[in-house]
């Protein structure tokens, strides 16, 4: 039996987070729907991504050049750091447009009952950037919920060694959220209202 080449598209789509059934398929018609230009475009986006993305092996920011775009951006502020969670909450940040910084991404956060221990985050390889001197502040981004909050307290307490500043987003994002998803304006905010730990 010939296999049925629109349930193999929404078969593999489902398997994307939030992505159900129905979505799927309306998806799969559109993708249908979409002129050979463009429906080959996004295979093609998809076949890069695996090939050719790789971490930055400064700040563990996903990219297909090593250092990434960032950190060899020679404009940017090189003595602030901005800690987040995951690559994705950089293209948040990015997207305000009002840090002009540096970042390093821990690649998760603290969670002992999930065994996630610091030894398993990206923090030995920021203490050492921080070590290297031109850095005068690290302002911490993970997530206004459980883990990122026991993770903003861990690093607080490990980067007193350091003779730098140390700073928190505000809260003017929801407790328990994530700030990939918060809007612009509110993270601009939580950026610019942050305080000194
Ligand atoms: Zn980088």
Not at 44 to 67: Q, V
């Amino acid at each position: 039996m010939a296999i049925n080449i629109i349930d193999e598209l929404v078969d593999n789509l489902t398997k994307l987070p939030g992505i159900g059934r129905k979505t799927a398929q309306r998806l799969s018609f559109f993708i249908l729907s979409m002129s050979d230009t463009e429906a080959k475009r996004l295979a093609e986006a998809i076949i890069n991504l695996k090939e050719k993305a790789l971490f930055c092996s400064i700040c563990f920011n996903i990219t297909d050049k090593d250092p990434c775009h960032i950190c060899s951006d020679n404009l940017r502020d090189r003595k602030t750091i901005c800690v987040v969670e995951e690559p994705s909450n950089i293209v948040a940040i990015e997207r305000t447009k009002i840090f002009k910084g540096l970042y390093h991404v821990l690649l998760g956060a603290l969670s002992p009952s999930e065994g996630i221990t610091p030894e398993r985050l990206k923090i030995k390889e920021l203490l050492s950037r921080v070590t290297e001197g031109e850095i005068q502040e690290v302002i911490i981004a993970t997530n206004p919920n459980t883990k990122g909050e026991l993770t903003a307290s861990y690093l607080k307490d490990v980067l007193k060694a350091y003779n730098i500043k140390v700073s928190r987003i505000a809260y003017g994002l929801p407790i328990g959220s994530d700030i990939e998803f918060a809007d612009e304006v509110t993270l601009s905010k939580s950026l610019e209202g942050r305080r000194a730990l």
